[in-house]
């Protein structure tokens, strides 16, 4: 019997990677709108660099914890809050909510990745979507014609994943991102996913079949709640 002690796997997360998640958490959206405008002030080559310190739990080096704590320590102090909070919403108000560019890939489901590594391409603005948290476009065909391919929707976050059956949302899901009509499932923890196209067929089968899928497995749930549709010429 081998008694060679196993190495140790488990990886160490040092106290101010914990500190720098916390405070990330608390102040995305207020004193900065994502990781790439956030990786471009700590000095990162990359926005990933952050996505993998918050998700992966990657150990931050001191010195971009010094300087992150020195940039927003207003903001951490609880000066700047009130005023970002009032800007923010003049902000939106006047300028929309931000728009992020996506590809699909060949089969029209999009492989997931952080949009916060993302820039805004522009911004959307017009009445009704003031509650709404961000746009982006629309990839395939599987919810036409509700949705048709490279339009825009405007998108509200639910934090609460409370489903709405029958309505259209926007989802994260394993490791894709999709849009699909959500209806109830067999069981109480779980949907359907619907597609509206139900006319394109493969053989005798729906090229986009329904399937469950488990809420709790939904990393992030939007409602979809405005559409702007491509203008033929």
């Known amino acids: 019997m081998d008694d060679t002690p196993k190495p140790n796997k ?25 990781n790439a405008q956030l990786a471009e002030a700590l000095g990162f080559n990359s926005p990933s660099s952050i996505t993998e310190i918050v998700k992966s739990r990657q150990n931050i080096d001191p010195e971009k914890l010094r300087i992150f704590k020195e940039k927003y320590r207003d903001f951490i102090t ?13 902000n939106k108000t006047e300028e929309g909510i931000p728009m ?61 994943k409370k489903i709405l059956p029958g309505e259209v949302y926007y989802i994260e899901w394993g490791e894709y991102r999709m849009y699909k009509r959500l209806l109830a499932g067999d ?35 939007c409602l979809v709640k405005d559409i702007h549709k491509k203008h033929n010429h």
């Open 10 to 34: 488990i990886k160490t997360v040092r106290p101010e990677t914990l500190e720098f998640i916390i405070l990330y958490n608390q102040l995305k959206g207020k004193a900065f709108m994502g």
């Open 100 to 160: 992020y560019e996506i590809s699909a890939t060949a089969s029209g489901v999009e492989v997931y990745n952080d949009i916060n590594d993302s820039m805004p391409v522009g911004r959307m603005n017009f009445p009704g979507i003031e509650d709404c948290d961000f746009a982006l476009p629309v990839w395939g065909h599987s919810m036409y014609p509700y949705l048709e391919n490279g339009c825009w929707v405007a998108l509200k976050v639910i934090h609460d």
């Open 187 to 221: 069981n109480p923890d779980e949907v359907i996913a619907h597609s509206d196209n139900t006319t394109e067929m493969i053989g005798n089968r729906l090229k986009y079949a329904p399937f469950s899928i488990k809420i709790a497995d939904i990393k992030k749930l």
């Open 78 to 90: 609880g000066k700047k809050q009130a005023t970002t909070t009032e800007n923010n919403t003049v």
